[in-house]
C-alpha cells in the first residue's frame, strides 16, 4: 500500500470496518497461535457490530489508520485511572512496516493524555508482536491467564511509561 497516511476517529456507523479488517489480519496474526477453525469464531464474537458498540459506549475510542485513501489498520483504546489500554491493534499485512501501529498507538496517547503508562494485553508466543511492542518501548509486566471461549491460554501485559 502506497500514498498518504491519515488516523481518523471512528463513529458507531463505521465500525464495521473494523470488523473488515480483523477478518483479513486475525488469520494471519495468529496463525500457529490458536487452531485456524477457531479464528472464525473469535471474530465473530469480539468484532460483532453489537459487541464493538458496547465496547464503544464503555468509553473505548476507535480510529482506523488510511493508507491512499484505503483502509489500512485500526486500534481500540481506552482509559483507566492512569493508565491507557491498547485494547485492539492490527494492521493488514501488506500495509505492516509503514509505521502505522506506531502511528495509531500515539492518536490513542494524546487522545486520553495525561497518564501515566500505556499498558496492553499479547498472546505470550506471539513473538512478532511482542517484538513489535518492546521496539515501541513496552516490557513485560506480567503474566496473566486468559479465557476465551473454552480456550485457556497465557497473556503477557505489557506496558510503557508516558
Not at 36 to 41: D, G, M, S, T
Not at 70 to 94: H, M, N, Q
Request: include cysteine; aromatic fraction near 10%.
Amino acid at each position: 500500500m502506497t500514498g498518504a497516511r491519515v488516523v481518523l476517529p471512528l463513529s458507531k456507523a463505521d465500525l464495521p470496518r473494523v470488523t473488515t479488517i480483523a477478518e483479513v489480519v486475525w488469520p494471519v496474526a495468529f496463525d500457529g497461535l490458536i487452531p485456524a477453525a477457531e479464528i472464525p469464531r473469535i471474530v465473530e464474537t469480539v468484532y460483532a457490530p453489537s459487541q464493538l458498540e458496547a465496547d464503544m459506549d464503555a468509553g473505548h475510542a476507535f480510529w482506523i489508520a488510511q493508507v491512499g485513501g484505503k483502509d489500512a489498520a485500526f486500534c481500540a483504546s481506552f482509559r483507566e485511572g492512569d493508565t491507557i489500554w491498547l485494547k485492539k491493534l492490527y494492521v493488514l499485512p501488506e500495509a505492516q512496516g509503514q509505521g502505522l501501529g506506531t502511528l495509531l498507538t500515539e492518536t490513542a496517547i494524546r487522545h486520553f493524555a495525561p497518564a501515566r503508562e500505556i499498558a496492553l494485553f499479547v498472546k505470550n508466543d506471539n513473538l512478532k508482536a511482542i517484538g513489535f511492542y518492546k521496539r515501541a518501548g513496552f516490557s513485560v509486566a506480567r503474566e496473566v491467564p486468559v479465557v476465551m471461549g473454552h480456550m485457556h491460554f497465557t497473556d503477557f501485559v505489557m506496558t510503557k511509561p508516558l
